[in-house]
Nanobody, 119 residues
C-alpha cells in the first residue's frame, strides 16, 4: 500500500491550498484517514481526521479554516486549507488505517508535502 500526497506550496497569509493524498495497492478497506503536520524540532501533530462514516475531528487552531474530506471511490483524502497563517507553515503528512487484501490492518503514511505561508 502506498500513499501519495500532493498540493503543497508557497502561499501568502490569507490564501488557500488544497492537499490531496491518494492510497493505492491491495486495499480491502480504509478506515480513518488523517492529515498531520510537523515543524523542525517539534512533534508531529494531528491536524484533522476523518472516519469511515464521515465524522471528522480537527486541531483547535485550524477549526473553521481547514476542512478534511474523502472520496472513498478514489481512496483519496483531501485537506482544504483556507485563511492560512504563517504558523500553519509545516511539512504535512497524510495517513490511512488500511485493511489490506491479505487481511492485515496497518497504518500507512505518505511522504511529506511542504506548506509555506508567508506573512
Amino acid at each position: 500500500v502506498q500513499l501519495q500526497a500532493s498540493g503543497g506550496g508557497l502561499v501568502q497569509a490569507g490564501g488557500s491550498l488544497r492537499l490531496s493524498c491518494a492510497a493505492s495497492g491491495s486495499i480491502l478497506r480504509i478506515n480513518d484517514m488523517a492529515w498531520h503536520r510537523q515543524t523542525p524540532g517539534k512533534e508531529r501533530d494531528v491536524v484533522a481526521r476523518i472516519y469511515s462514516g464521515g465524522s471528522t475531528g480537527y486541531l483547535d487552531s485550524v477549526k473553521g479554516r481547514f476542512t478534511i474530506s474523502r472520496d472513498n471511490a478514489k481512496n483519496t483524502v483531501y485537506l482544504q486549507m483556507n485563511s492560512l497563517k504563517p504558523e500553519d507553515t509545516a511539512v504535512y503528512y497524510c495517513s490511512a488505517d488500511v485493511l489490506t487484501a491479505m487481511q492485515f490492518e496497518n497504518e500507512y503514511w505518505g511522504q511529506g508535502t511542504q506548506v509555506t505561508v508567508s506573512s
